[in-house]
């Protein structure tokens, strides 16, 4: 009889499938952005908190601490006593939820045979009270895999989740996509108003490269870098042309104050980088991509310097009005940090 073998953390990746709504969408569960599980039912085998890292899970052979395999996701112990477990989640920010991923890679003979998704909308975190909403029905589970479920046509705002495994087992990563949703009627519009953030609808439509990690949501992240990682990348260019990402903004403004940072980076910042931009009314990603390369200039090329913030205001700015979208420009490759971009808001 042939043993099987087992996934290392050195196996190569598998191609999967991943629908549209996990490239379109930040992550909403990603503990970098601030997402924390607040309690839950057993973590005895492997802490809940680890089913939200932004890392893809490992498997190590030989791995094991006082309550035996170490296990890269929220283990629960062998239950005897009938019910199931859970784990309550607060999400990094509010947000519209597309679509989620319960992942059991390397849970083959302790995933759950299945699972159940409930939301709730708190102004504080959950008690016994609250009232929560099943947003993803009971659904068998398979060890060892991805299981994306696609949320459409749900426009309610979420702030917290309840996964609940049944009767128990372990889930490698939890992944939340959606849109995070800003009360702009709320806010002042003679303020300024950092429309490019993540947490205020900003959003990555797309980017010819990130060779050094996956969609570079982190440029609209709050706060400098932490490290070179937390930012985005390209590989080194070999041919002509430049690399580019494309920003919607969470809401559409007149741009008073643009950033570039370039924290952490110093052998591989951009030489030079550049702002185009457009107010769109209606449009898909995919046209969205050729339009940019025709919008006007919102910055002219301005010159890097390595581990630098880079502020741009008054008379470098092009007046375009109001805009919705911003192509970021570098050339001709190299590391960004963060992108921020300061407006006054557009009614209607």
């Avoid at 057993?42 to 296990?71: N, T």
């Avoid at 953030?197 to 060779?211: K, P, Q, S, T, W």
């Avoid at 911003?326 to 940090?337: A, E, H, K, T, Y």
């Amino acid at each position: 009889m042939t043993t099987p073998e087992l996934p290392t953390a050195t196996s190569a990746p598998r191609q999967i499938d991943v629908p549209s709504f996990a490239t379109r969408h930040a992550n909403l569960a990603n503990a970098d952005f601030g997402a924390q599980v607040l309690s839950c039912s057993d973590e005895f085998f492997a802490a809940a908190q680890r089913v939200l890292q932004s890392s893809d899970p490992v498997f190590i052979a030989g791995k094991f601490d006082d309550h035996g395999k170490w296990m890269d996701g929220w283990e629960t112990r062998r239950r005897r006593n009938g019910g199931h477990d859970f784990a309550v989640i607060r999400l990094a920010f509010p947000g519209i939820i597309k679509g989620l991923d319960i992942d059991t890679r390397h849970f083959t003979g302790n995933f759950p045979p299945a699972a159940s998704v409930q939301a709730c909308h708190s102004q504080s975190d959950p008690d016994d009270r609250t009232q929560w909403t099943t947003i993803v029905a009971t659904r068998s589970l398979a060890g060892d895999s991805h299981h994306f479920v696609e949320i459409a046509g749900d426009e309610r705002v979420w702030t917290h989740l309840r996964l609940n495994i049944f009767p128990d087992g372990g889930v490698a990563r939890l992944r939340v996509y959606g849109q995070p949703a800003c009360d702009w009627e709320a806010l002042d519009h003679n303020a300024l108003h950092e429309v490019s953030a993540l947490r205020n609808g900003g959003r990555i439509v797309a980017f010819n490269d990130a060779h050094y990690g996956g969609i570079p949501f982190r440029l609209l992240m709050p706060g400098r870098g932490v490290n070179m990682g937390d930012g985005w990348e390209t590989r080194r260019r070999r041919e002509p042309g430049n690399d580019w990402c494309l920003i919607e903004l969470g809401h559409a403004a007149v741009v008073k104050k643009i950033e570039v940072d370039t924290a952490h980076f110093k052998g591989n910042y951009p030489d030079r980088v550049s702002l185009q931009a457009a107010l769109v009314a209606e449009s898909t990603d995919e046209s969205l991509v050729t339009q940019a390369m025709f919008w006007p200039q919102l910055l002219g090329e301005q010159a890097m310097q390595m581990d630098h913030q880079h502020f741009f205001e008054g008379p470098q700015l092009s007046d375009l009005g109001a805009v919705s979208h911003v192509r970021v420009n570098m050339f001709p490759d190299g590391g960004i940090s963060r992108v921020r971009i300061w407006g006054h808001l557009v009614k209607g």
